[in-house]
């Protein structure tokens, strides 16, 4: 399995910036995707959510509303737009699957770093 993230970059606050995670060595429609971040000196935070199919996400409320995940599953790519960007966006953003429930199996991509200035 092989996940590698792009997109990331540094951005004026109130931009944008679309992240894309490029996924191999898996059946990708078969997997709910997802996006974290981690923020220097906290903990990874799960920021959005898609399943198999495309037809249902969730979303941290922190970026409710500014952030949109997809999925093409002709291209085995996730997406995470991302609007209306705050400093408080500032991160390493991975994206990850969930390939086994129990024992836990899962795999993170390298993370492409967001920085928002102010």
């Known amino acids: 399995v092989q996940l590698v993230e792009s997109g990331g970059g540094t951005v004026q606050a109130g931009g944008s910036l679309r992240l894309s995670c490029a996924a191999s060595?898996?059946?990708?429609?078969?997997?709910?995707m997802k996006w974290y971040r981690q923020a220097p000196g906290k903990e990874r935070e799960l920021v959005a959510t898609?399943?198999?199919?495309?037809?249902?996400?969730n979303y941290a409320d922190s970026v409710k509303g500014r952030f949109t995940i997809s999925r093409d599953n002709a291209k085995n790519t996730v997406y995470l737009q991302m609007n209306s960007l705050k400093p408080e966006d500032t991160a390493v953003y991975y994206c990850?699957?969930?390939?086994?429930?129990?024992?836990?199996?899962?795999?993170w991509g390298q993370g492409t770093q967001v920085t928002v200035s102010s």
């Open positions: 898609i399943n198999g199919g495309g037809g249902s996400t």
């Open positions: 060595g898996f059946t990708f429609s078969s997997y709910a």
């Open positions: 990850n699957v969930v390939v086994r429930l129990s024992p836990r199996l899962q795999y």
